[in-house]
Structure formats: C-alpha cells, structure tokens
C-alpha cells in the first residue's frame, strides 16, 4: 500500500474500530445487551449495525460492488441495530472484525479517486464521488459511533477511556 493518502484513512478507521471494540471490553452479555438511552439501542446493536450499515454496506456493496453483499444487505430485511437473540456478544464482535479485514483487504489496492461501484436507489439523487468520501464517511459515522459508546460505558459501570492518538 505504497499511497500515503490512503495508508492515513485506514490507519485512522483501524484505530476507530479499536476504540469501538476498546470500550466494550469487559462488559458482559446482559451489559451488552441492555438499553441505557430512550432510543433503546443497546451497545451489542450498535456493534452490530457498525458491521453491517457501514463495513459491509459502504465497503463491500457500495465500494466494491459485491453482488453478495448487494444482494444480502437488500433482501435481508434485518435491523442491523437489533442483532438476533440468539447470537452470542462474541459473534457480533467478530462479524464486526471479519467485515473490517473484508473492507480492508479490497480496500489495499483501491483507488482514493474511483467512483463506486454501486449506488442504491433509495438515496435519490444524492451519492458519493468517489472512494475517498466513502472511507472518510466511515471514519464519520465509526467515530461518531465510539463517542455513544464511550458515553453509554460510563452510565452502565462507570468506566471511562482515555483516547489517545
């Protein structure tokens, strides 16, 4: 990955997804799984729609173009933010670690300034360009995404991370 540009970009989202994962450590299944906001997300949902609303989704489907993932992510009908009862915290955590080594790997040899490959039609007119706007999107949303978390960590048990660089 000799292109500097895009070794910063991932280098940032691969330190977001840490912190993500960083701040869950320790907490166990019912921790996990219990709603603290109004909203009613829980900590193993957001995880859970990190790994399939912004990897797979951005990365595989929109990026890539990879008609699997096309095809699970529009006839699925799942709620990413609910994942089912009947997986467990660690298969939620490392589905959200496969979708990042996925979108990864495709994205090593990508071009910042390529267009997508697909684009969904329930966003009307609006798009990205190109990959760059769609990597930093994902550094958007996963970072955004960390800071609820580090929040709803400190209302379950207090815990609080220090972030640094």
Not at 34 to 41: A, K, Q
Not at 71 to 96: C, D, H
Request: aromatic share 8%; with cysteine; proline share 4%.
């Amino acid at each position: 990955m000799a292109d500097t540009e895009l070794t910063t970009l991932l280098g940032v989202l691969d330190s977001k997804r840490k912190h993500v994962l960083g701040i869950l450590d320790g907490l166990d299944e019912e921790a996990l799984r219990r709603p603290v906001l109004p909203s009613g997300w829980t900590c193993l949902g957001l995880v859970h729609h990190l790994a399939l609303d912004d990897e797979k989704f951005w990365f595989r489907a929109v990026a890539a173009g990879e008609q699997a993932a096309i095809e699970e992510i529009l006839g699925s009908g799942e709620n990413a933010w609910q994942p089912a009862p009947e997986k467990t915290a660690e298969e939620v955590f490392a589905l959200y670690r496969k979708e990042g080594e996925l979108a990864d790997t495709f994205l090593a040899g990508a071009d910042l300034e390529a267009a997508p490959s697909w684009w969904p039609d329930f966003f009307g007119d609006w798009r990205y360009d190109n990959l760059r706007e769609v990597i930093l999107h994902v550094i958007t949303e996963t970072a955004t995404h960390a800071g609820h978390l580090d929040a709803v960590r400190e209302l379950i048990d207090g815990r609080q991370r220090l972030v640094l660089p």
